[in-house]
């Protein structure tokens, strides 16, 4: 892919979108992982200094992530503020019947998303989002959370070409080295969770994508199982809520 090419599409998407909402700049969820960095590169490209950036870990959170997206705001030069949701997160655990590990990671990434918005309030910024499309295609996010946002710049770019445009901007290798995880919960693995690596989920959503039959007969049929299964009963966390029209029944 001509990396070049997508950073410039890319900065000027940015720029944009800020323009035409009459915002100030873009507020980040920063979480200390490779999308959200490049992410922040992006933006400082685009708008400079018109970037806020939210580091909101809660007491599982990973302590290598908060400290990495300390550093890359330091190396930016990214305003930013460090908000831990522990407190508000054991109130809402307080009202929740018997909340386990993946209710905790969606009411942690719901929490987030609230205090995204509301800085975005407080600075006329734009809460920009940071979810990749292999992500998107699966649903592998949390509706009204981390799926939440007024517009995405890479949610179009497969995780493996995530990769390879951070490594044509040249971040910092320790992103592009971390295993990707959410960080929902203390040892928590996108991989893991998915079943196969992210090499082998992307060939398979692009097979799908581009109804490739032949590569589709080469790849694991349980990824390729997964992938629909998945694509398929996470389809609506892609789309607004859809409105029912009367008009047709009057």
Not at 98 to 121: C, E, H, P, V
Not at 124 to 143: P, Q, R
């Amino acid at each position: 892919m001509d990396y070049e090419k997508i950073l410039e599409i890319t900065c000027n998407f940015i720029k944009q979108k800020v323009k035409d909402a009459r915002a100030e700049g873009v507020v980040l969820g920063l979480s200390g992982g490779i999308d959200s960095a490049l992410v922040a590169h992006l933006c400082k490209k685009a708008l400079k200094d018109k970037i806020f950036a939210l580091l909101m870990p809660s007491s599982s959170s990973n302590k290598d992530n908060l400290k990495d997206a300390l550093e890359l705001c330091e190396e930016l030069k990214i305003a930013y503020k460090i908000l831990s949701i522990q407190e508000i997160l054991t109130s809402f655990l307080e009202r929740c019947e018997q909340a386990d590990k993946i209710r905790i990671g969606n009411l942690s990434a719901r929490i987030r998303m609230a205090l995204l918005y509301d800085f975005s309030m407080l600075k006329n910024f734009l809460v920009i989002g940071t979810s990749n499309k292999s992500e998107l295609l699966l649903g592998y996010g949390t509706i009204y959370g981390d799926l939440a946002c007024a517009f995405n710049p890479i949610g179009d770019l497969y995780k493996s070409e995530i990769y390879e445009f951070a490594r044509f901007l040249k971040l910092n290798e320790k992103f592009i080295q971390k295993s990707p995880s959410a960080d929902l919960w203390e040892g928590q693995s996108d991989e893991s969770d998915l079943g196969f690596s992210y090499d082998a989920i992307d060939k398979g959503l692009q097979a799908l994508e581009k109804n490739d039959k032949e590569e589709l007969l080469k790849l694991d049929k349980k990824l390729i199982q997964m992938l629909k299964e998945r694509s398929l009963k996470n389809a609506f966390k892609r789309k607004m809520p859809e409105i029912l029209s009367l008009k047709n029944f009057q």
